[in-house]
Structures are given as structure tokens and as C-alpha cells.
């Protein structure tokens, strides 16, 4: 069992610059690719981003690929996203998940095991 939470979300301004943490507990030790999904809303949710247990594979939504980054320390038990020239059409709430799949960057939200509760990031004009 591995619990996540994120944090780091808030208010920024368009073109601005964000970074969210989720941190792991419970089975921290055990090799899970990691991914970002957001759900705006009334929408649907939607990736984002992925990275495999070591870091080496990353795979980006279309929409944030070039102004997104995600990376993990593992010694920390960490998975971060940096979020950069952020877009009112990025505010959304943003969870981290965990992939029993150690070395996948899966896109589908139904091959993730276990969530987070969420952190709010809201993009003005």
C-alpha cells in the first residue's frame, strides 16, 4: 500500500511558474513508475505526465509537453512537477499516482493504483 500527497498548488499568474510535490508513504521502497493527471472542472480527468521508477522514461501530454517537467527523488520519496509559462487553461486539480508497473509511463488513468488527494492550481489572467 503506498499513500500520496501532493502539495504546492495555489494561484499564479499567466506565464508564471509552479512547482508541486507529492510525497509517498507506506511501500516507498517498492518500484512504481509515477504519473500527473488533472481534472478541470465539470471535465474529465486527464494526464499529463509520467515517469518510470528510475527517471529514465518520461513520456508529456501534447498540451504541456516543452513547459512541463516531471522528476522524482527517490530518496525522498518524492515526485515533483514543475510547471512553467503556466496558461488559464491549466487550472485545474492536479493528482500524482503510482503504477505497480515500475518502468511504464502508461497515459491511462486506469492503470494506476493509488492517488492522491489532489492540490488546486489555479492560473489568472
Known amino acids: 500500500q503506498v499513500q500520496l500527497v501532493e502539495s504546492g498548488g495555489g494561484l499564479v499568474q499567466a506565464g508564471g511558474s509552479l512547482r508541486l510535490s507529492c510525497a509517498a508513504s507506506g511501500r516507498t521502497f517498492s518500484r512504481y513508475s509515477m504519473g500527473w493527471f488533472r481534472q478541470a472542472s465539470g471535465k474529465e480527468r486527464e494526464f499529463v505526465a509520467a515517469i518510470s521508477w528510475s527517471g529514465g522514461r518520461t513520456r508529456y501530454a501534447d498540451s504541456v509537453k516543452g513547459r512541463f517537467t516531471i522528476s522524482r527523488d527517490n530518496a525522498k520519496n518524492t515526485l515533483y512537477l514543475q510547471m512553467n509559462s503556466l496558461k488559464p487553461e491549466d487550472t485545474a486539480v492536479y493528482y500524482c499516482?503510482?503504477?505497480?508497473?515500475?518502468?511504464?509511463?502508461?497515459?491511462?488513468?486506469?492503470?494506476?493504483?493509488?492517488w492522491g488527494q489532489g492540490t488546486q492550481v489555479t492560473v489568472s489572467l
Open positions: 499516482a503510482a503504477d505497480t508497473a515500475w518502468d511504464s509511463v502508461a497515459t491511462l488513468s486506469a492503470y494506476y493504483d493509488y
